[in-house]
């Protein structure tokens, strides 16, 4: 018993200082990916977000992370969950790598990334992937109003008449309304504007 007793303050001291060290040997660990990246995608999610965000380019991690990866798919779905637990700044760099792999990634990831993506180009890469994968995971609203976006963008009527004529088919009544107000932000005045005002005023009474 007094052995125990006198340990005992030694015991507690030692948990302590490891308790205390925790955090800054945690921190030297999460610093040392520039050097070994390859290392980088067998973190949880946080963890790559950290890692990410205490490097001089996040982008550049993440892309050689990406390069040297064994499974490029596992690898390319690490980075785009690590995207949604992320910062404005390393979602954007996570986003700016996984453009080519956005066809690789599900139907959320990839609307998920078109709202970080660095330029217009990328967004609409990850629109169009999205469409594509929205409607192959049985959700044709959100399908719809991806490619909507992307006609929008690109001012693209008859791209927007496709997305409008897929929501009506699939009953979903809230993606046809958002698919309207987008078409009516492009069209002029004229007879395709006045059946868009008519559209909409039914949908609104749906």
Do not use: C, H, N, W
Request: net charge negative; no cysteine; glycine share 6%.
């Amino acid at each position: 018993s007094t052995q125990r007793d006198t340990l005992f303050p030694y015991t507690t001291l030692f948990r302590s200082a490891a308790a205390a060290l925790a955090p800054r040997i945690e921190e030297l660990e999460l610093g040392r990916f520039e050097d070994q990246p390859e290392r980088l995608l067998t973190l949880p999610p946080d963890k790559i977000v950290r890692a990410l965000a205490k490097a001089e380019d996040a982008a550049a991690l993440a892309r050689e992370a990406r390069a040297q990866a064994d499974d490029e798919v596992a690898a390319a779905r690490a980075l785009a969950t690590a995207a949604g637990d992320a910062d404005e700044t390393v979602a954007g760099a996570i986003a700016d790598v996984l453009v080519r792999d956005a066809e690789r990634l599900d139907g959320d990831a990839s609307r998920r990334l078109a709202d970080l993506a660095p330029d217009a180009e990328a967004r609409l890469a990850y629109l169009r992937a999205a469409s594509r994968r929205l409607k192959e995971e049985g959700r044709p609203g959100e399908a719809a109003l991806a490619l909507a976006e992307v006609g929008a963008a690109k001012r693209d009527t008859a791209m927007l008449r496709a997305a409008l004529t897929a929501a009506e088919r699939a009953g979903e009544v809230e993606a046809a309304r958002r698919i309207v107000a987008l078409a009516l932000e492009v069209v002029g005045d004229g007879p395709a504007r006045s059946a868009l005002v008519a559209m909409r005023d039914r949908l609104a009474g749906s």
